[in-house]
């Protein structure tokens, strides 16, 4: 199981967290990833002001814009680019 958590602290609220986590439960949904990768929320941090912080596991990005973050997870994640 892949823990992929994204935070919904008010500075990466700001940044799109919201939008991220609505675009990669579409992800889960399109790939059928449900029972593979787990997505939860987590408080701040600690990294405000670098752009939406998330991690898959323990690897923690800060992406400045949600498609970057889309992006990485799809490469990481599901395997496929762009
Ligand atoms: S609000 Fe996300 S790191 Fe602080």
Request: with cysteine.
């Given at each position: 199981m892949i823990?992929?958590?994204v935070c919904v602290g008010s500075s990466?609220?700001?940044k799109g967290a919201r939008?991220?986590?609505k675009a990669l439960n579409e992800l889960l949904t399109e790939y059928r990833l449900?029972?593979?990768?787990e997505l939860k929320g987590s408080f701040c941090m600690e990294r405000c002001g670098t752009g939406?912080?998330?991690?898959i596991d323990e690897t923690v990005y800060s992406s400045s814009t949600v498609c970057e973050a889309v992006d990485i997870f799809k490469e990481k994640v599901i395997g496929v680019n762009g």
């Open positions: 823990t992929v958590t990466c609220h700001i939008d991220l986590i449900g029972d593979r990768v939406v912080n998330w991690q």
